[in-house]
Nanobody, 122 residues
């Protein structure tokens, strides 16, 4: 599967952004999907994940209540709606696919899109 992320940009603290990730191929629904982020000097961490069907989701504590992941299997696309953004959300965001379906575990993600920069100004 090939992944392409869109939607990053510069936003003020408290603002919102929506990231999209389009996948190629006919097997999108067989992958769990997730968004990772990597801030300068830090490791790439799993932020949110969603199951193959979209019925189950995972959120790291720092984004609960502010970020929402969703997917449209008919459009081969996964979305990340980010609200109430904080400067500490600044990072390069990567979408990723997990063929094992384990959406809440970082180690299963083996396919990556290019990153998209999200910058939150204070």
């Amino acid at each position: 599967v090939q992944l392409q992320a869109f939607g990053g940009g510069l936003v003020q603290a408290g603002g919102s952004l929506r990231l999209s990730c389009a996948a190629s191929g006919r097997t999108f629904s067989t992958y769990a999907m997730g968004w990772f982020r990597q801030a300068p000097g830090k490791e790439r961490d799993l932020v949110v994940g969603i199951s193959r069907s979209g019925r189950s989701t995972y959120y790291v504590d720092s984004v609960k209540g502010r970020f929402t992941i969703s997917r449209d299997n008919a459009k081969n696309t996964v979305y990340l709606q980010m609200s109430s953004l904080k400067p500490e959300d600044t990072a390069v965001y990567y979408c990723a696919a997990d063929p094992s379906g384990s959406y809440h575990a970082a180690h299963g993600y083996g396919y990556w899109g290019q990153g998209t920069q999200v910058t939150v100004s204070s």
